[in-house]
């Protein structure tokens, strides 16, 4: 065994962003989200990610605005910690508390209230009303309303189902924020509103129904003049509230909505949706800004794989999509529609689904299989072939083959041949045939190049299970239950066969490169077996149960992945393996793929030299999707991280641009004289925005401006004074620069301050002082306006 | 916010004829014109010279036609009895034809009277033609001979009586005035070479000879008679090189189109069939009302003249190519372009102010209806006469796409008389075409399921849904023979396909070849 300190597992993006509700912060000008084990910081109107507040060490349940601060927020985590930071510059202000499992659930304007979710896991929904008079929480069938100031609580049952077939479980509840009203969700698409709750009799409701299923989210707007909802369907419905005839619709939003929340001025809407998707929607009932995920089912039925233009992973998607997902930007590029068919949200419906994918070597085509099994009809399946179209940089449809087999497809590979005109797909069915697909040029009937059946195989009418082209082309192993039949593409003549040792054989896999001459396959008898194809051998075989095998495309290494979650990367040609891990996460390891690298590294230990020229990514049995890393890559991560730290505090205005240039040297000396005690005011850009701000027609003359500018820029050194001698010494011009910069940096400052403490815990004192100085220096601000 | 996406219309392949270059090119003649003769239409000669009039052998007469003229141009009717194989002189200067009183009578294209009459044949005359000489005359008749003639001195100079049956057809060669080929009802075809006295190639065609060809390089000859045309190899000695069974009924007449590329064959079976030369396929094929018994082809095909047994003469005239331009043109006429372009080629002024429209996604009706979930209505839609009979394709898709969304039973059921007839009529059309069964036999499943109650309430439905019955019945039948002969061919296949051992290695057990049968075709493939 090869020791291996330096190469650690870690998550590699794709973390759920629907997992809880999103924030909208006060300006609307930012979404806070919950993502993984960090907090995501999304600018509502560009859709870019500004911050990703990390700090927490386990998936973060919860993200609350701060009451009584708006710049502040605070988080909670499976970790047992919650913590409070500053989003706008992504700083961590406190750390507090530590308990099992908290989660932050409800909306309290007066006070900040966090429960131990442990007590409640199995409550739908805790909110309190606008005044934090009560607290409303629902579960199963019962709406339990606790008065604070009574300290009592009403409970309110509903019948399980009435003779209508009606399902009254609730599933959702939001408080009207100055009414006394609740509105809850309920199973069968029923929206109540409750009234009058405060006496344990004399409560009332209606009823308002709309959706056809389940209701997963109500919520009122700020004012309480509307109420949105939305479920299954994909529709934003929004009911006037005290008009419920009048209703506004946005359909069709891609997936089901599993959350809505309302910025704190109620100018945006944001929904999650189950596909781990942000719709950012403006109150018109417009859609702004759509902040998308990776998208995760409950399977990937397609492997993983890597579309070899773009160097994104592909994978299934939305239902009857392909997405396309970039791994270094952590974004996904586009989604493919491959079924082309209007999606209809509705539980229990069978759809048609993407099963099978395969991408040529160059990446000119793409081969797709659908499929739709009904329960007692034939099952339909399509072959669609895309073509990669230059112009408009995705993927056009070229020929769909509908009923291509007559059962479910159980394998497809292109032919490897990179200098090859013509490129060949095979496709395996249980109906006991493999078929042959080529490019066929012309028809009399069909304009341009279109893919036909060449060949039809089988083999003594066993079902083919795997199959996998050589690296040159030449050769096309099929795995016939236990028998592995070796073809030649270009005759179509049977080789050999390989039938020893017996045992089904459940993946098969050709060596690349110096190792082209191995075949290697996993049997269902737990042995991963090597055939040398120059002698029809056995070369070697070894106890093992593999649940995946796989080949660098870009080197001779192969990855096994056993069933209990270790990874042995080996070259069939060597005995040892280069590399071996054990248990790299819990359960099985589903899906993986070798994605290669931009740029190749340059690490010359012995056990990391398999990740140099291509990363090897896997699927979980819980849908995470992880790397292997380096230590030395891990540095340079870190490093970069550092240094793009976006900052969006100051707008590109003519006098940054005139002054930027002495931003590095500035910087390069704060850096230098970083004290703790600094505090950056942000009085001169102000002053400037003002300036700039102001109509240009209204403004006095430039000569009058300019001596205005100069001498406010001018007091900014007496204030300077107090603070740092160093920055005495600069000259004027760059004080000038000083009072614009000082704003921008700040950001960066704090960011890198904040590292370097690690647990950067700012005590209560600090913070009050920080609060005290900001307060005198916008008094200090209006003095200088003045003159 | 994605837009409605419309439902996927499948395209089929169309079935039937290819289109090719040949079907363009036998395609482009007029509409026919007909004309009516006395009696079955035996022979038909085109004039080798400019007006390229033609002489048509009909009953007791032989009538010239001009090019473009319905009625004759002249007619020879000094015949005592049938007239057969009226042929013109390369020099479009005279015309020969045999008659059943065994006589054979030579005309002036310009005179009435026949110039020669050479006698000596004692039963009727079915071959005449002239040598490339010009100044002999090869007749052939059901005497079983054949005989030379002398023009100037109306002599007979040989008379060959190696045939056993009616001489039914023969030609002379255009490069040699010497030799001359003769089919007869024995069977056989024989090369004669006036030189010597005797036949110096005889060829075995295997049927009666109905018909012969030389091509224009004199070195393949074909010949037709039964259901088939044979092409033979005169410079190998009379080899076969092809035989081709198109027809279904004896061949009686062939021709070369003018470039010599194709070969028209025109038979008993009401068919004209045109080959390719190279590779003798069918590339196009005529259909006649009546049986065919002579064909010919103008110089440079510029028309089909086809005679039949009932008597009428059928004229086929290339279209002109302005002529093919005009009708193109009247199919395609719409409003002109600038209807089109009108207000779109505005453009802004620098101070515009530029009101951005959203483009209107243009929906079809049924769509329209499924977009709005209203699923009776959209199958209404798709039911519309126009729709069902025109483009049955549209409402399977609607089907499906009901059945996709799991709304086809709301949308079948609560249908009146009307509405559920116009459905089975549908289904009684359309359910047994392979493109659409998938889709229509589940829905006709739930259309029993819904509607069983109803059955016998109206005499409408019921008939309805005795045709639909029967339908089905019928298929059956056809599945169970279809599988019957597909077991048979199985059988048939397997044994005389050879078995061939697989090369194995030495750990592995030797297996017998299971060869996947590479001709089975794939689904049809469809490009989009």
Avoid at chain 1, 117 to 134: A, D, H, I, K
Avoid at chain 1, 180 to 190: F, L, N, V, Y
Avoid at chain 2, 244 to 270: E, I, M, P, W, Y
Wanted: net charge neutral; with cysteine.
């Amino acid at each position: 065994m090869v020791e291996h300190g330096d190469i650690r597992v870690v998550h590699r993006g794709g973390s759920k962003i629907n997992f809880r509700e999103p924030v909208l912060s006060h300006d609307s000008r930012l979404l806070l989200c919950a993502s993984g084990e960090c907090v995501k910081v999304f600018s509502s109107s560009t859709e870019e990610c500004v911050h990703d507040l990390q700090g927490h060490t386990d998936l973060v349940t919860g993200v609350l605005l701060n009451p009584s601060n708006h710049l502040q927020a605070y988080s909670c985590s499976a970790d047992g910690t919650v913590r409070l930071w500053d989003f706008t510059d992504g700083i961590l202000i406190k750390v507090q508390l530590h308990c099992h499992h908290v989660s932050v659930q409800p909306l309290s304007v007066s006070v900040f209230v966090y429960l131990l979710m442990c007590m409640c896991v199995t409550l739908t929904r805790l909110l309190s009303s606008s005044q934090g008079e009560y607290i409303a929480s629902a579960k199963g069938l019962h709406l339990e309303v606790y008065f604070f100031k009574k300290q009592k609580s009403y409970r309110f049952s509903l019948k399980e189902d009435n003779k209508k077939g009606a399902k009254n479980t609730f599933t959702c509840l939001s408080c009207h924020p100055k009414d006394d009203c609740i509105a809850t969700g309920h199973e069968d698409g029923k929206i109540r509103l409750w009234r009058n709750f405060n006496h344990k009799r004399e409560y009332t409701y209606s009823t308002l129904h709309w959706h056809h299923s389940a209701v997963s989210s109500v919520r009122f707007t700020p004012e309480g003049t509307n109420l949105l909802s939305g479920g299954v369907e994909s529709v934003l419905v929004q009911w006037r509230y005290n008009q419920e005839t009048q209703k506004d619709f946005l359909p069709r939003l891609g997936a089901a909505i599993t959350h809505i929340a309302v910025s704190p001025d109620g100018e945006l809407f944001c929904t999650a949706h189950s596909d781990n998707k942000l719709t950012v929607i403006q109150s018109c009932v417009k859609v702004s800004a759509v902040i998308q995920g990776l998208v995760k089912g409950e399977s990937v039925r397609t492997d993983l794989m890597v579309d070899p233009r773009s160097k994104a992973l592909v994978l299934n998607g939305k239902p009857g999509h392909l997405q396309f997902y970039s791994l270094q930007r952590d974004k996904q590029l586009y989604n493919l529609d491959i079924v082309q068919q209007e999606y209809i949200h509705e539980s229990g419906l069978q759809q048609f689904e993407v099963v099978k994918a395969a991408f040529d070597t160059r990446g000119n085509w793409l081969a797709t299989v659908e499929e739709r099994k009904q329960k007692d009809s034939t099952l339909e399946l399509n072959l669609k072939l895309w073509a990669y179209d230059e112009q408009t940089q995705s993927f056009v449809l070229n020929t769909t083959v509908s009923g291509p087999h007559e059962a479910r497809i159980t394998a497809m590979c292109f032919c490897h041949t990179a200098d090859s005109q013509t490129t060949m797909l095979v496709s395996a069915s249980q109906d006991g045939h493999f078929k042959a697909w080529q490019l066929e040029s012309n028809h009399y009937f069909y304009e341009g190049p279109f893919w036909s059946c060449d060949f039809v195989g089988a083999y003594h009418s066993l079902v083919p299970e795997c199959c996998c082209f050589s690296a040159d082309g030449s050769l096309l192993a099929i795995s016939f239950q236990e028998v592995v039949t070796v073809w030649s593409p270009a005759s179509w003549e049977l080789l050999t066969t390989l039938s020893q040792p017996p045992g089904a054989i459940r993946d098969l896999c050709f060596g690349r490169q110096s190792c082209s001459k191995y075949l290697l396959g996993t049997t269902a008898k737990n042995l991963l077996c090597c055939w040398n194809l120059l002698t029809c051998t056995l070369e070697w075989s070894t106890s093992m149960d593999v649940s995946l095998l796989l080949s660098d495309p870009l080197s001779e290494n192969m990855a096994a992945f056993c069933s209990h979650a270790g990874l042995f990367v080996f070259k069939p040609s060597e005995p040892r393996p280069l590399f071996s891990h054990k248990a790299i996460c819990s359960g099985k390891v589903t899906r993986a793929v070798f994605a290669p690298r931009e740029e190749m590294l340059e690490s010359c230990e012995e056990s990391s030299q398999w990740l140099n020229r291509s990363q090897l990514y896997f699927l979980t049995q819980y849908m995470d999707l992880m790397t292997f890393i380096t230590k030395a890559e891990e540095d340079r991560l870190m490093a970069s991280s550092k240094r793009l730290v976006i900052d969006d505090s100051v707008a590109v205005t003519p006098f940054y641009l005139l002054l930027g240039k002495h931003r590095q040297q500035q910087q390069e000396k704060q850096d230098r004289s970083f004290s703790a005690e600094r505090n950056q005011l942000p009085q001169g850009s102000v002053a400037i925005k003002e300036l700039l701000h102001t109509p240009a027609h209204v403004l006095p003359s430039a000569s009058f401006l300019c001596s205005m500018f100069v001498r406010s820029l001018l007091i900014s050194v007496t204030d300077k004074e107090k603070k740092s001698e160093e920055e005495e010494m600069e000259s004027d011009k760059e004080e000038e620069s000083e009072c614009e910069m000082e704003a921008s940096t700040m950001g960066q400052g704090q960011t890198a301050e904040a590292q370097e403490t690690a647990a950067p815990a700012l005590t209560k004192a600090q913070a009050r002082e920080l609060r005290r100085v900001k307060k005198l220096d916008h008094s200090w601000l209006s003095s200088l306006l003045d003159s | 916010m994605a837009s409605f996406k419309p439902t996927k219309i499948q395209v089929y392949p169309k079935l039937g004829e290819k289109v090719t270059q040949d079907t363009l090119y036998w395609k482009n003649y007029k509409a026919p014109v007909q004309i009516k003769e006395f009696g079955a239409v035996t022979n038909i000669d085109f004039s080798p010279v400019a007006p390229h009039n033609y002489a048509v052998t009909a009953f007791t007469r032989i009538h010239i036609y001009g090019p473009f003229s319905q009625e004759p141009v002249k007619s020879f009717t000094r015949f005592k009895d049938t007239a057969y194989c009226g042929r013109f002189r390369s020099d479009g200067q005279l015309l020969v034809a045999g008659c059943e009183d065994s006589v054979v009578r030579l005309f002036d294209v310009s005179g009435k009277v026949a110039l020669r009459m050479f006698k000596g044949h004692t039963k009727a005359v079915r071959v005449t033609d002239f040598t490339s000489d010009r100044y002999h005359i090869l007749t052939g008749s059901d005497d079983y001979t054949c005989r030379l003639w002398d023009i100037p001195n109306s002599t007979e100079l040989t008379s060959y009586q190696e045939h056993t049956d009616y001489i039914r057809c023969g030609i002379t060669s255009k490069l040699n005035r010497d030799l001359f080929i003769t089919g007869s009802y024995d069977h056989t075809l024989k090369l004669f070479d006036a030189r010597v006295n005797k036949s110096v190639m005889t060829m075995d065609h295997g049927q009666p000879v109905e018909s012969l060809l030389l091509y224009p390089s004199e070195g393949l000859l074909v010949s037709a008679g039964g259901r088939y045309v044979k092409v033979w190899d005169l410079l190998k000695g009379g080899q076969p090189l092809v035989s081709l069974k198109n027809h279904h009924k004896t061949v009686t007449c062939l021709c070369l189109s003018s470039n010599g590329q194709r070969l028209l064959s025109a038979s008993l079976d009401r068919h004209v069939k045109v080959y390719n030369t190279t590779n003798y396929k069918v590339v196009h094929n005529f259909d006649y009302a009546a049986s065919i018994l002579s064909l010919g082809l103008a110089p440079d095909d510029e028309s089909i003249v086809v005679g039949m047994t009932n008597g009428i003469l059928s004229i086929k005239h290339r279209k002109s190519s302005e002529e093919t331009k005009e009708i193109s043109g009247q199919q395609k006429r719409r409003p002109a372009y600038r209807v089109f372009v009108k207000g779109k080629n505005y453009v802004p002024k620098q101070d515009d102010y530029l009101v951005s429209k959203p483009v209107k996604q243009h929906l079809a009706k049924y769509d329209k209806q499924l977009k709005r979930f209203n699923v009776s209505k959209a199958l209404d839609t798709a039911l519309e006469t126009w729709t069902r009979f025109r483009k049955p394709e549209i409402t399977v898709a609607v089907i499906k796409e009901l059945d996709r969304r799991g709304t086809l039973k709301n949308a079948l059921a609560g249908r009146d008389e009307r509405g559920l007839s116009q459905l089975l009529n549908f289904l009684v059309g359309n359910l047994v075409d392979p493109r659409f069964a998938p889709v229509l036999v589940p829905a006709t499943e739930m259309i029993l399921d819904i509607y069983q109650s109803v059955i016998g309430q109206s005499p409408v439905v019921d008939v309805q849904l005795q045709r639909l019955q029967d339908l089905l019945e019928r298929e059956i039948g056809y599945q169970q023979d279809l599988l019957e002969v597909l077991g048979m061919l199985d059988t048939m296949f397997t044994s005389s396909l050879p078995r061939k051992e697989v090369p194995c290695s030495g750990i592995s057990r030797p297996n017998g070849l299971a060869q996947g049968d590479a001709s089975a075709p794939g689904p049809q493939p469809q490009a989009t």
